[in-house]
């Protein structure tokens, strides 16, 4: 499959730019989601911030034939090559970078590849590593996962039912509906080759060499990310201006759970970078 050239790629994954304010800030969904994730976040910022919005290549909002099985199942270094597309495309000279999740390493790697490009990074509920490994507590076994992988191929449908309000952790059956909708809109093998890359990435060797600073952003409970890795990375990324935050809230996806306590802190953390 031929790589998109960086036009096709804004129209392929559905760049929006919306604000009016003059810096650059970007949010950068995760795994399962697309980028209607941060609705209720964007009134808060649109004043300030010129916004940048976009679907990741896995996401059910892009069309399926784009996604290179090939490009997309190593590393994360395709997705952060897409990233640096669209901000090249976009002119951008400055942003502020937002990812989620997975989306938290792509920016640590983009942010290695282009580092004049950020001036700062917020981490939201991302790792470095999902399995444990020695005294590193990354939350799962190696059983673990590939009982997850099982249960994605067998029936994808119910393993969704099963895990989504596992990642809510809140009682909100609207939420779970809502993000069970879009985590269905994946192809089922994209899923399963995305979350393979996941779950079984390992790109602490990496935290060394970002230099931008980072806001690291992390909920009390958290099925996918225990809390000690946030302390983790703010410990071994290579700069000197990083810092860790714990919201109020359980679950990985506060966005959606908790969007006026995410924003308020998204408020102050940008008001004083």
């Not at 590193?136 to 059983?143: A, D, L, M, N, W």
């Not at 009682?171 to 192809?187: Q, Y």
């Not at 009390?220 to 000690?228: C, E, G, M, Q």
Request: net charge negative; hydrophobic share 40%; with cysteine.
């Amino acid at each position: 499959m031929v790589k998109l050239e960086s036009q096709e790629l804004i129209e392929a994954l559905n760049v929006r730019v919306n604000g009016s304010g003059g810096r650059i800030l970007v949010l950068s969904h995760g795994f399962g989601g697309d980028q209607s994730m941060w609705e209720d976040i964007l009134p808060y910022l649109l004043r300030d911030f010129k916004v940048i919005v976009f679907d990741m290549i896995f996401s059910g909002c892009v069309d399926p034939k784009h996604f290179d099985f090939g490009r997309y199942t190593d590393s994360f270094s395709a997705y952060a090559d897409d990233l640096l597309s669209i901000l090249d495309d976009l002119k951008a000279d400055k942003c502020v970078y937002v990812g989620h999740s997975v989306s938290a390493m792509v920016g640590c790697l983009a942010s290695i590849k282009r580092p004049k490009l950020f001036e700062r990074l917020i981490l939201l509920c991302g790792s470095p590593r999902y399995l444990n490994d020695g005294s590193y507590e990354g939350g799962f076994e190696r059983g673990d996962i590939d009982e997850m992988f099982s249960a994605m191929k067998s029936n994808y449908s119910a393993w969704i039912s099963g895990f989504v309000p596992l990642l809510i952790s809140v009682d909100e059956p609207s939420l779970v509906k809502e993000f069970s909708r879009k985590m269905m809109n994946m192809k089922p093998e994209i899923a399963l080759v995305v979350a393979k890359t996941i779950f079984q990435s390992d790109v602490r060797n990496i935290l060394s060499n970002v230099k931008t600073p980072c806001s690291i952003i992390q909920t009390r409970k958290d099925i996918a990310v225990p809390l000690s890795v946030p302390y983790y990375m703010q410990c071994n990324l290579g700069g000197d201006k990083n810092s860790v935050h714990i919201l109020d809230t359980d679950g990985h996806v506060p966005q959606l759970t908790s969007p006026g306590m995410l924003a308020k802190l998204f408020t102050e953390l940008l008001a004083g970078s």
